[in-house]
């Protein structure tokens, strides 16, 4: 019940232009089901096993997001049902996604992960390599991919100062790059925010939130 509750809270502060996207990684399928009873169709896995299972699984209506950092060798288990990926921060990964989505039929959304944050742990293009990659001829050979938006994760600090500049910077980065005309690139996400910091997201212009102990608990 307090799932639920959770849910409903959340949703219920979320201006009308931003999705939330439930993270449920590690969670169990009768914790999905519930928060799906609630109306969420949006869910985002870490692991591709265990999304393929929790796919198998559950009601095909909705969108299997992948958030965690992909190998190339995996896309294979999930191109057939994938609706967006995550975290896409290079031309290989592109490539194999690419050929994949190519097997299935199917064009697959992407997200390209900018590294905003201060940390060197987390993943991601910066601002020249970003460009480079939208503007090479290997990138506009892609047919079966289309980059729908960026993605980033701001610094793990409690300095909202800090984490304000990171967020108000991909969201210039976005603008600049929405207007020009990049083949396989259209741009109308801006996936940035999570549990403790997506109020300061959304302020900074982040149009998807990625939400997940402030709905099902902590791990």
């Known amino acids: 019940m307090f799932l639920k509750e959770n849910?409903?809270?959340i949703k219920s502060t979320l201006p009308e232009h931003v999705t939330l996207l439930a993270v449920s990684k590690t969670k169990p399928v009768s914790d999905l089901m519930e928060a799906y009873d609630?109306?969420?169709?949006?869910?985002?896995?870490?692991?591709?096993?265990?999304m393929v299972e929790k796919w198998e699984q559950m009601p095909k209506d909705i969108q299997w997001h992948m958030i965690g950092h992909v190998q190339t060798n995996k896309v294979k288990f999930m191109a057939q049902f994938v609706s967006l990926i995550h975290g896409v921060d290079s031309l290989k990964l592109l490539e194999e996604i690419n050929?994949?989505?190519q097997k299935n039929n199917r064009i697959i959304n992407c997200l390209l992960q900018v590294h905003i944050a201060e940390e060197e742990t987390k993943?991601?293009?910066?601002?020249d390599e970003l460009n480079d990659l939208l503007q090479s001829e290997n990138f506009k050979k892609l047919q079966n991919i289309r980059i729908v938006g960026l993605m980033g994760m701001?610094?793990?600090?409690?300095?909202?100062?800090?984490?304000?500049?990171e967020f108000s910077h991909l969201k210039s980065i976005f603008d600049n790059i929405k207007v020009l005309p990049i083949?396989?690139?259209?741009l109308s996400i801006l996936s940035m925010g999570?549990?403790?910091?997506y109020k300061l997201a959304i302020e900074c212009g982040s149009t998807?939130?990625?939400?997940g102990s402030s709905i099902f608990g902590n791990r």
Do not use: H, P, W, Y
């Open 7 to 9: 849910l409903i809270s």
């Open 38 to 50: 609630a109306g969420q169709r949006i869910f985002g896995e870490n692991k591709i096993q265990e």
């Open 99 to 101: 050929k994949q989505a």
């Open 123 to 127: 993943f991601g293009l910066n601002e």
């Open 154 to 165: 701001a610094t793990f600090t409690d300095n909202q100062t800090q984490i304000k500049k």
């Open 183 to 186: 083949v396989n690139c259209q």
């Open 194 to 197: 999570m549990s403790g910091d």
């Open 208 to 211: 998807m939130v990625r939400i």
